[in-house]
């Protein structure tokens, strides 16, 4: 199996066998050090200067080593991402959970995140009642996040 990263010197995504130190790229011949071998990574454009940016899954944040700019990451799976339709020209547009607004790119029209209701449902495990029967424990709440 093969893992990739992103050349230190052209940067190129270049693949490698597992378990492999470094890489030397063959375009621009610059040796690349693997750092976090067989660590699961993710992958970006910085917002900053557009340089594809990869970095270990699960990271909040990742700053560009060209530019200094920090970028958001993404949840794994894009899990958290809302839409809502612009206010100006109601084309749909997508956004991270717990954004306030959202700019849209046509129009640059900002469209303010309506705070909406949530059901929570928490099972925690079952229970043995006084007469020895399993009791399902069950908790439902709702909740506003701004």
């Known amino acids: 199996m093969q893992s990739q990263l992103v050349c230190a010197g052209c940067r190129r995504i270049l693949l490698y066998p597992r378990g492999a130190t470094n890489v030397c790229c063959a375009v621009c011949n610059t040796v690349t050090v693997i750092i976090c071998a067989g660590v699961p990574t993710a992958r ?29 990451a993404r ?17 749909t547009l997508m956004y991270p959970y717990g954004a306030p607004s959202v700019k849209c790119a046509i129009c640059h029209y900002v469209t303010n995140i309506e705070a909406r209701s949530q059901t ?27």
Not at 75 to 91: K, S
Not at 120 to 146: A, F, I, R, Y
């Open 44 to 72: 970006l454009v910085c917002a900053g200067c557009r340089t594809l940016l990869m970095y270990t899954e699960g990271a909040s944040s990742v700053r560009c080593s060209c530019c200094q700019t920090i970028n958001l």
């Open 75 to 91: 949840p794994v799976g894009n899990c958290y991402v809302g839409q809502v339709n612009c206010g100006n020209c109601h084309t």
């Open 120 to 146: 929570v449902v928490v099972e925690n495990p079952m229970s043995v009642d006084e007469s020895g029967k399993l009791v399902s424990n069950v908790v439902v709440g709702v909740t506003t996040k701004k």
